[in-house]
């Protein structure tokens, strides 16, 4: 039996008292990757994302482990909910125009010391200030460095289109706005390698294409290593008494930590390993997170359908943004169909071995996305189910 017959085995007897549709966490797999977080972060605290987990359980789960400290939130209002709730060190890692959630954070003392919030423009402070509401409360305030590579004079961009904040100058300048005004205090720089943490440099099938990334990731890293360290030396002229500086992703962990100018490492994907995270070369996880489909159709020979399964990730649209069948091993999609909104063709000669009511395990693309399709999550121990967990969407909250 190989080793994916083995956790197929195991998880269709932890379920068998479960109807699918039903998501999974295998905490086994899931504190495996915690750890390989950690030591490749070599030394340096680990803040989790939490968009790529969307369980306040697992969080807190992965939080009372050492190495990690600190969530990276996704949207405002989320970040109030988790500091409300009692999570400390909140990062908002995105700018928010939500003026409801400013005008709380700006009159709740203990939000306010909780929670930091984003920015790259000062357009964004004059938001918070008119959304105060008579709220007094200091805000923290983290700016936000482009990590893209320029190439040929800046005609050619490699990285997430984030923050229009680039070089030294302009960083310093922001946080001197933040240092002049009121209401404000200056604590955190974030600078996010989308273009290395979060593009596989070992694509299967594509050696020349691979080789390619790798050589654009290793020009990437090199020159965002002397303009992240300068730009660190430029606010902290400013802000002498800077809390953290913020790096990397789940597929750079352990070159982000290796600067300097870096305080600590955020990722999060690296807990559950989509398959979006299975075409690198610096590390290797397990698949913990996964969700199963039942069988209700054998339409013929090498071919069962499951119930729905359509559940896209975000991002461009492609082959790789879909979820993959994982278990039983062989399966594939109809091309004709793909994966659909209400039911979902297999193909291959493990259907046969299928029947009605039988599960067929998948992988999401993307991480934390998969919990905005379920209420809860099974936590498998063995071949056990330990707990029944909600996800966001089962505490009634969809942030985004």
């Known amino acids: 039996m190989t080793p994916r017959a083995a956790d197929r085995a195991r998880y269709d007897r932890a379920t068998a008292h479960l109807d699918a549709p039903l998501a999974v966490v295998d905490l086994e797999a899931f504190d495996a990757n915690a750890a390989d977080l950690v030591r490749r972060a070599g030394g340096k605290p680990v803040r989790v994302a939490s968009k ?5 359980a697992l969080l807190e789960r992965v939080l009372a482990r050492e190495g990690f400290a600190g969530i990276m939130s996704f949207t405002l209002d989320e970040s109030l909910w ?38 790259d423009d000062v357009a964004q402070l004059d938001l918070i200030d008119a959304a105060r509401a008579g709220g007094t409360e200091e805000v923290r305030v ?11 004079g800046g005609r050619i961009r490699l990285g997430a289109r ?38 596989g440099d070992a694509v299967a099938g594509h050696p020349l294409r691979s080789r390619a990334i790798r050589l654009m990731q290793a020009a990437a890293r090199r020159e965002l290593v002397e303009r992240r360290a300068a730009v660190v030396r430029a606010v902290r002229a400013v802000a002498p008494d800077l809390e953290f500086v913020n790096g990397g992703g789940t597929g750079s962990v352990q070159h982000t930590a290796a600067e300097d100018a870096v305080t600590e490492i955020a990722a999060g994907s690296g807990l559950f390993v989509p398959r ?18 039942p069988v209700v159709r054998r339409p013929g020979v090498g071919v069962v359908t499951v119930l729905g399964g359509g559940y896209p990730a975000s991002g461009a649209a492609g082959r790789d943004r879909l979820p993959v ?21 297999l193909l291959g000669s493990p259907a046969d071995d299928l029947r009605i009511g039988d599960k ?8 934390g996305e998969l919990c905005e399709r379920f209420e809860s999550l ?11 967990v909600p996800t966001y969407r089962g505490e009634g909250r969809t942030f985004l």
Request: glycine letters at 8%; hydrophobic letters at 45%; proline letters at 7%.
């Open 378 to 388: 099974q936590l498998i121990e063995g071949d056990r189910i330990t707990a029944t």
């Open 82 to 119: 988790l500091a409300r709730a009692g999570f400390e060190d909140v990062l908002l890692a995105y700018p928010s125009a939500d003026r409801t959630g400013f005008a709380e954070l700006a009159r709740d003392p203990k939000l306010a010391a909780t929670v930091t919030v984003m920015v």
């Open 325 to 345: 069948p994982y278990l039983p091993e062989g399966l594939r999609y109809d091309p004709q169909e793909g994966p659909g909104e209400v039911q979902t063709p």
């Open 142 to 152: 983290c700016l936000e460095l482009d990590t893209a590579l320029h190439l040929l």
């Open 52 to 56: 790529s987990v969307r369980c306040r």
């Open 162 to 199: 984030r923050s229009p904040l680039r070089e030294p100058a302009q960083l310093a300048e922001l946080a001197r706005s933040v240092a002049r005004r009121p209401g404000f205090r200056l604590v955190g720089i974030m600078a996010y390698e989308g273009h290395v943490a979060g593009v």
């Open 360 to 367: 067929v395990w998948f992988r999401h693309a993307k991480a």
């Open 276 to 293: 979006l995270f299975d075409n690198y070369t610096s590390f290797s996880g397990r698949p913990a997170a996964l969700f199963a489909q």
